[in-house]
């Protein structure tokens, strides 16, 4: 590939990575709102295509009627109410639809122009079909809330949405870099690189592990309570913490341990990447990944504020959103400094230098 094609091929991969982050967002508004639950039946194609008319409006707001979340939430809120949650929902399946048509015809296109490796061609389909199961797994989330007595979806199924949408996200992202930078830039100093680096994998496990813990947060809707910090109702851990049996499903659905436990995690990310801050901020890395550290510093510590303004300010809307969204953004930057530092695992240090 050329300099040329790599950068539009890059461009390409990184414009579809700033509409997954679109995605995120949307889903978190979503789920804020109540919204996810007002399309009662999932049409891949046809479902591009909003009602039409005033008879399909009404058949929608019927189907929506019959569900727990109508009867327990909004019984009596009309036609009216119903569009409002309906069309936040139908953007959110839209713009997903719109990302896989984007993916598919650019890669149709430069496949046809010659300017796609066949190995390449082949990872971009595998994202397009993981794109198509993420659709499913979004269908498989919504199915949950419409069971007796649900008013949402199950915490378990909202975090595996969500994760399969990172996963498909840092997939996409580590292959533009890839595409745009092909090979490894060089780290002098190697024994600072490789520190770093050994320092940043720790870092990104426990940002993994964050997000995670945050789904369950916004699964059992655990961030509107206990709203103070640091403390939680005038303790550190929080009474009840290990209510449940087995222990372990504590960490999943009871909400003082599940929140407590979010915090715990977000704490913890902020020291590992402070420590990674420390190991490579003052070191001869190379421009990327010093710019990668530098930036992750300061993202981590802006994602922990937009953290406790969403707790102390009872989850609005906008927060909510905000804070899911610059999650997946962390994670974008530290998927930039780990590949920009790929140098430190391949280079051997020299005695003596």
Known sequence: MSIRDRRRVSNWLLTICVMLLGMIALGGATRLTGSGLSIMDWRPVTGMIPPLSHAEW????????NIPQYKILHDGFGLAGFQKIFWLEWTHRFWGRIIGIYLMVRLVMFAVQGVLTRGLIIRLVVFFVLGGLQGAIGWFMVAS????????????RLVLHLSAAL??????????????????EAVPDLAAGRR?????????????????????????????????????????????YAKLSPFWFNWIANIPAVQFDHRLLATVTVLMIGAVV?????????????????????????????????????????????????????????????HALRGAKRGRVVSGG
């Open 58 to 65: 009404e058949r929608q707001f019927a189907l929506y009627q």
């Open 145 to 156: 809330g419409f069971r007796e007595g649900s008013t949402a979806v199950e915490p378990v």
């Open 167 to 184: 996963i498909l996200y840092v997939a996409i992202l580590w292959t533009a870099l890839s595409v745009r930078w092909p090979r490894a």
């Open 196 to 240: 770093t680096r050994g320092l940043l994998h720790g870092a990104l496990g426990l940002v993994a592990l964050t997000i995670i813990a945050g789904g369950f947060t916004a699964g059992t809707h655990a961030g509107f309570v206990f709203n103070t910090f640091p403390l939680m109702d005038g303790h550190l851990i929080p009474e009840g």
């Open 278 to 338: 420390l190991s490579g901020v003052r070191a001869n890395l190379g421009p990327r990944a010093h710019a990668g550290v530098a930036l992750l510093g300061w993202a981590v510590l802006i994602q922990y504020a937009l953290g406790v303004t969403t707790l102390l300010l009872v989850v609005p809307v906008w927060a909510g959103t905000v804070h899911q969204t610059f999650a997946a953004v962390l994670l974008g930057i530290g998927v930039f400094t780990m």
